[in-house]
C-alpha cells in the first residue's frame, strides 16, 4: 500500500507539473508576464531567478503551478494574460491539457513498443446463430466503422457498444473490397452484442505510433461517454475514484501484473498512468468554471462579442467552480474511503 501511495502521489506529481508547464512555455512564447513557475505546492523551499519569472521548488509534490500577471485581477499590463488576444488566451488555456494528452500518447508508444500486439477488428470466429452469423460477415472480414463511427482497435467496438446501438450498419472490408451490412444486434446477458471474435495484430515500429493515436483517443471518448452515462442516470457519481480510489487501483494492478514479472508491474501502471493523465487533460478541458475548459468559453464570448468581461465577475463565476469541484473531490474521497472498509 505504501508503495502505491508513493507512485500516485510521484505520477499526479508529474502530471499536474507538466500540465503546468504547457501553460508556462506558451504564456512565455506571447510574450505574458509570469510572476511564477512552482515545481510543487505548500511552503516554499528555496526559489531562483532574476528577470521577472521567479522559479521555485515547494514541500508538497503534488504538481506546481503557473502566477501569470492579470489571470486572476486588472492590470494595465500590457503583457498580462487579460490584456492578450482572446485567441492567445485560449492557445494558453489549451496547452496544459495538450501536456497531458501528450504525455499519455507518449506511454502508451512505450507500452506498444515493449507489447507490439493489439486487438483488431479483423474477424477470427463467428459466435454461431449471432447478428453477425445472420447477416454474413466472414472469418476475414475487417470492420472499419460501426455506423459513422470508425473502428481500428477492438477497444473501439466495445466503447461503441456502450451505446447499447439497436441497429448498426456495419462497414467492412473483404478481399480489399469495401461491403456495408445492416445488423440487429442480440441480448446477452444484458448486452448487446455484434458476435464475433477480433484478431492479434503484430505492430511494427512505426506502428507502435499509429496505434498509441488510437489509444490515445479511445481513452478521451471513453471519459466523454463516462461523462454523458452520468448526466443520463447510467453511472452515478459515487462510480468515480479519486486519488485514494487510485491507489486502490494501482495496488490491484500491480497485484495482478506480479505473477507475470516486474516488467509487466511496471507497463501495468504505466497504462494507468497514461489513461488517467488523458483523463486529467480532458476533464480541464470541459466547459465549467475554475477548469480551463470555462476559461475557453469566456474567452471564446469575448471574441465574438468583443467585450471583456470584468476580472471581478469572473473571479465570482470561477469561484463557484472552484466550490462545486472541491464538494465534488471531498464527496469522491469519503466514497473511495468507504469502499475500502
Given amino acids: 500500500m505504501v508503495g502505491s501511495i508513493i507512485v500516485t502521489i510521484i505520477a499526479f506529481g508529474i502530471m499536474v507539473m507538466l500540465h503546468e508547464l504547457g501553460h508556462f512555455l506558451t504564456a512565455k512564447k506571447f510574450g505574458v508576464t509570469v510572476h511564477e513557475f512552482s515545481i510543487g505546492m505548500g511552503p516554499l523551499i528555496f526559489k531562483w531567478g532574476k528577470g521577472e519569472t521567479q522559479y521555485s521548488l515547494r514541500l508538497l509534490p503534488l504538481g506546481g503551478y503557473v502566477k501569470l500577471e492579470g489571470e486572476e485581477e486588472e492590470s494595465d499590463n500590457p503583457k498580462a494574460f487579460s490584456n492578450i488576444s482572446p485567441i492567445k488566451r485560449i492557445c494558453i488555456l489549451v496547452a496544459g491539457a495538450a501536456m497531458n494528452i501528450l504525455l499519455g500518447f507518449l506511454c502508451f508508444v512505450i507500452i506498444n513498443n515493449v507489447y507490439p500486439k493489439v486487438q483488431v477488428p479483423v474477424i477470427s470466429e463467428i459466435v454461431e446463430n449471432s447478428a453477425a452469423e445472420q447477416v454474413g460477415l466472414e472469418v476475414g472480414d475487417e470492420i472499419i466503422k460501426l455506423n459513422n463511427t470508425r473502428v481500428a482497435t477492438q477497444s473501439d467496438v466495445s466503447l461503441f457498444m456502450m451505446g447499447n446501438p439497436y441497429m448498426i450498419d456495419v462497414t467492412y472490408l473483404r478481399d480489399g473490397e469495401k461491403k456495408e451490412v445492416t445488423l440487429y444486434p442480440a441480448a446477452v446477458d444484458g448486452r448487446l452484442l455484434i ?147
Fill in 195 to 341: 458476435g464475433f471474435k477480433g484478431s492479434v495484430k503484430e505492430l511494427s515500429f512505426l506502428e507502435t505510433f499509429e496505434y498509441s493515436y488510437y489509444d490515445t483517443r479511445y481513452v478521451v471518448k471513453a471519459v466523454l461517454v463516462s461523462i454523458r452515462m452520468l448526466f443520463t442516470g447510467e453511472a452515478k457519481v459515487s462510480d468515480m475514484s479519486g486519488p485514494v480510489g487510485v491507489v486502490q487501483v494501482v495496488g490491484d494492478a500491480a497485484a495482478s501484473a506480479q505473477p507475470y514479472g516486474n516488467l509487466a508491474v511496471v507497463m501495468q501502471i504505466l497504462m494507468l498512468f497514461a489513461m488517467i493523465s488523458v483523463n486529467l487533460g480532458v476533464f480541464n478541458l470541459l466547459p465549467f468554471p475554475a477548469l480551463d475548459g470555462g476559461s475557453i468559453i469566456f474567452a471564446f464570448i469575448e471574441l465574438v462579442t468583443r467585450k471583456k468581461l470584468k476580472q471581478e465577475v469572473l473571479g465570482y463565476i470561477n469561484l463557484a467552480g472552484l466550490l462545486i469541484i472541491l464538494g465534488l473531490g471531498i464527496y469522491i474521497m469519503f466514497s473511495d474511503i468507504i469502499k475500502l472498509l
